[in-house]
T-cell receptor, first 116, second 111 residues
């Protein structure tokens, strides 16, 4: 079964450092997403991406965050200057089409980011 | 975006059938109802999706009454490995570009 893969599975970084989380979405999918989940809290939407541009972003996705699809297979989330409160599990997801009618979004296993 | 309400937690024993009900009174005409399962430190996993009446797959059944203001996820004969958080999602955000998660129902299965 096709799956979304993410690397690294776990990263520890010092506050203020830049972090790049990588994702390989399902190959024929066109819509890409990043979500995060702080320990013990709900899954939060960060950003959706289609046709090489951001479709929607949440209030969490401020200027410190950016996304990119550098080639035909990878989708990355960059945090420019990490803060302690960025410590969370970050999930990449993809879907074959946009929202509404019966779309299914598939999630990766997550990248656990710890900022110290 | 339709607001969903589901129980915070449920307990069950192995072999029992578990029904988790989600209410979504302001569901829109074009909204589908989707359920995800999440184990600790793992990504949400799609379980089932439906629009009306009943949907069944190898994992679960989804019952949706005619008014679509609620839905019930049914897990037949649960096992210890079904212990997880179950999310009911209805519709998307305003732009129609992303699923928005609530707090989910924590299901604990005991032997």
């Amino acid at each position: 079964e096709p799956e979304v893969t993410q690397t690294p599975s776990h990263q520890v970084t010092q506050m203020g450092q830049e972090v790049i989380l990588r994702c390989v979405p399902i190959s024929n999918h066109l819509y890409f997403y990043w979500y995060r989940q702080i320990l013990g809290q709900k899954v939060e939407f960060l950003v959706s991406f289609y046709n090489n541009e951001i479709s929607e972003k949440s209030e969490i996705f401020d200027d410190q965050f950016s996304v990119e699809r550098p080639d035909g297979s990878n989708f990355t989330l960059k945090i420019r200057s990490t803060k302690l409160e960025d410590s969370a599990m970050y999930f990449c997801a993809s879907s074959s089409r946009e929202g509404f009618s019966g779309n299914t979004i598939y999630f990766g296993e997550g990248s656990w980011l710890t900022v110290v | 975006l339709a607001k969903t309400t589901q129980p915070i937690s449920m307990d069950s024993y192995e072999g029992q059938e578990v029904n988790i009900t989600c209410s979504h009174n302001n569901i829109a005409t074009n909204d589908y109802i989707t359920w995800y399962q999440q184990f600790p430190s793992q990504g949400p996993r799609f379980i089932i999706q439906g629009y009306k009446t009943k949907v069944t797959n190898e994992v679960a059944s989804l019952f949706i009454p005619a008014d679509r203001k609620s839905s019930t996820l049914s897990l037949p004969r649960v096992s210890l490995s079904d212990t997880a958080v179950y999310y009911c999602l209805v519709g998307y955000n305003q732009a129609g570009t992303a699923l928005i998660f609530g707090k989910g129902t924590t299901l604990s299965v005991s032997s």
